[in-house]
């Protein structure tokens, strides 16, 4: 069946170095992208997304990378700080569909 | 502050009792949603509603019910049927738009027992 996933459960990251995110998918009708950021005991918070005619998109130290050919999506945050230390999903909406399918989530810690 | 609210944010319930978990919105947006999340997992959708009065079932939606009769509101019900209802359940909302984020709010802990 379709899935949407992230490659790695966790990430440690040493403060101040860039953090990289990755994330597949295998819905070829997919065609909106969205990374949520989810602290502790706390709803999903919108961060950037993407729609599938453009490879790049940048936020506010985040840009998200899309690769259709190879189904993959990737969440680089620039200048990691302690705040950053979340959940990150990535979500993934079908043509036509108004349900988003998350994937599992990376866990990022970021190290002092 | 627009936003969603969630109500409670902890609930406890004896086996065998319905529960009704409460989520309301001011951002004007017709649909809202309501997914379950599991320890180490991540979302699955129980119910959505992409206007009043009309709500489809997601992909778990076995043992819940819920209403739609304000736009502003979407309770979701969590009965005895359901086998494993202990969870973190999320409400959303969007704009109905196509490629249009959704809006979450803080949750609400259930833990049955």
């Known amino acids: 069946g379709e899935s949407v996933g992230l490659h790695l459960p966790t990430l440690s990251v040493q403060e101040g170095d860039n953090s990289i995110i990755n994330c597949a998918y295998s819905?070829?009708?997919?065609?909106?992208f969205i990374w949520y950021k989810q602290e502790s005991g706390k709803g999903p918070q919108f961060i950037i997304d993407i729609r599938s005619n453009m490879d790049k998109r940048q936020g506010q130290r985040v840009t998200v990378l899309l690769n259709k050919t190879v189904k993959h999506l990737s969440l680089q945050i620039a200048a990691t700080q302690p705040g950053d230390s979340a959940v990150y999903f990535c979500a993934e909406l079908s043509k036509g569909d108004y349900k988003l399918s998350f994937g599992a989530g990376t866990t990022v810690t970021v190290r002092a | 502050d627009g936003g969603i609210t969630q109500s409670p944010k902890y609930l406890f319930r004896k086996e065998g009792q319905n529960v009704t978990l409460s989520c309301e919105q001011n951002l004007n947006h017709d649909a809202m949603y309501w997914y379950r999340q599991d320890p180490g997992q991540g979302l699955r959708l129980i119910y959505y509603s992409q206007i009043v009065n009309d709500f489809q079932k997601g992909d778990i939606a076995e043992g819940y019910s819920v209403s739609r009769e304000k736009k502003e509101s979407f309770p979701l019900t969590v009965t005895s049927a359901q086998k494993n209802p202990t969870a973190f359940y999320l409400c959303?909302?969007?704009?109905?738009?196509?490629?249009?984020?959704?809006?979450f709010g803080n949750g609400t802990r259930l833990t049955v027992t």
């Open positions: 819905n070829s009708a997919s065609d909106y």
């Open positions: 959303a909302s969007s704009v109905k738009a196509l490629n249009s984020p959704l809006h």
